[in-house]
Every structure is written in structure tokens, then in C-alpha cells.
């Protein structure tokens, strides 16, 4: 705790002295990286995926809230995303999916129609059930009566994955704008599975990976281990 405390002290001074870019940091551009792939995370969850000190986590968490890259929003837990990334009334779903609960039973919708019985195969029934009710409340779930009742996820859940394919390239677009108004030239050197690849020139040279897809990335990965 001591050492962890000692060297976040040694790394603001340094950034302070030499005017060190917001994401010169590794740690920090891993932190932000993260939170693209998978929005709406506590600060705990971020550092257990990343592996690295949840104090660590923290101090960079406020840097870039300070800078306008992250915001902070009280929803059952304090849960951080990227600033412009998701819209605030979808909190509630990503912080579901950021469950191991909730992303079995969204991806076993998205497979095809299921009935209760399923959904509860591998989490408890209480779980099943609490989990498909918040999903009905978020406007994303319509049923289906025949032999038997089926739960399926509608048009606005799949509208609302493309929306943000849409969101994502303003993002990326306005996050480089940013970059590029602290003096420093921002080049796109690739993209795969929805993660592009930034080049940053300027007093500091280095590399940063950002998410552009939200829903479909969380919805691919997970958080929980």
C-alpha cells in the first residue's frame, strides 16, 4: 500500500515536471482501453481484469476524469466508462452485461428464443428470473406463446447495437480531435474486431488501442473470470 502510494506520487511529479501527455502512461491508456471494450465497470473489476493495483487504477481513473476522458456515475456501485462512448440510459444494461449472470443469459438470447427453464441451466432460477425482468424493464425483451413461453430479445435490443456502431465512429472521430488539440498529431495505423490502433507524435511518441463498438465487444468478451 506504502509502495503503491510512493510510486503514484513519483509518476505525478514526473508528469507535472515534464508536461507528460494525459496517456503517456501505460497503465492508464490499458485503463481507458479497457473501459472502451467494456463500459460501466468499478474500479475494482478494471484492475482485476487489467491485473494490476486497484489504488493504481483509481489514480489514473481520476486523471482522466479530470482530463474529460472518463465520467463516473453511482448505479448500485460506482461505475466508470468513457466520456461520449455510451448514452447514460444504457448504464443500466452495460453494468448488466459487466455480470457473469447477465452476459450468459443476453448471449444465450441473442443465440435464439429460450424458455425459463433454459436460462436457468447455468445460473439459479431467482437469477434467471431477476435478470429477464431487468431486461423487460429496459424495454429489450418481447415474448413469444406457443407449445411453450419463449423469451426473446427484440428489435430494440439489435437496434441499440447498431446505434452504437454509429456512436463509436463519433467517438473515435471526437476523441482524436482531443488529442490533436494538445498540440500532438494522431495517425490510424489499424483496425481489428472493432479496435482501432493510434499512433500519437508529439513530445512523446507512443501507441493506443480504443474500442469503437461497445455493445458488440462487451457482448464478444467479458469481465468477470
Not at 503503491?4 to 497503465?27: D, P, T, V, Y
Not at 481507458?32 to 487489467?50: I, Y
Not at 486497484?54 to 461505475?79: A, C, I, S
Not at 466508470?80 to 444504457?90: A, H, N, Q, R, T
Request: hydrophobic share 40%; with cysteine.
Amino acid at each position: 500500500m506504502k509502495l503503491a502510494s510512493q510510486l503514484q506520487n513519483l509518476i505525478k511529479e514526473e508528469e507535472e515536471e515534464k508536461g507528460f501527455h494525459i496517456f503517456a502512461n501505460k497503465h492508464r491508456r490499458d485503463a481507458f482501453r479497457e473501459l472502451t471494450r467494456a463500459p460501466c465497470q468499478t474500479s475494482s473489476a478494471l484492475a482485476k481484469a487489467l491485473g494490476y493495483d486497484v489504488q493504481d487504477v483509481e489514480w489514473h481513473l481520476k486523471k482522466l476524469m479530470k482530463e474529460g476522458f472518463v465520467e463516473k456515475r453511482e448505479y448500485k456501485k460506482k461505475l466508470f466508462y468513457p466520456s461520449e462512448l455510451i448514452m447514460k440510459e444504457d448504464i443500466p444494461l452495460f453494468a448488466l452485461l459487466n455480470t457473469k449472470s447477465g452476459w450468459l443469459i443476453v448471449n444465450s438470447l441473442r443465440e435464439k428464443c429460450r424458455d425459463m427453464p433454459f436460462l436457468y441451466r447455468h445460473v439459479s432460477r431467482a437469477t434467471a428470473y431477476r435478470i429477464v425482468k431487468e431486461l423487460r424493464i429496459l424495454g429489450f425483451l418481447e415474448e413469444m406463446k406457443g407449445t411453450k413461453r419463449l423469451i426473446c430479445l427484440n428489435d430494440n435490443f439489435y437496434d441499440k447495437i447498431e446505434k452504437y456502431d454509429a456512436l463509436g465512429i463519433d467517438f473515435k472521430k471526437r476523441f482524436i480531435e482531443k488529442i490533436e488539440k494538445r498540440g500532438y498529431s494522431v495517425e490510424v495505423i489499424g483496425t481489428y474486431n472493432y479496435e482501432v490502433t493510434i499512433r500519437i507524435v508529439g513530445i512523446e511518441n507512443f501507441t493506443l488501442g480504443i474500442y469503437i463498438s461497445p455493445l458488440r465487444t462487451i457482448l464478444e468478451g467479458k469481465v468477470w473470470s
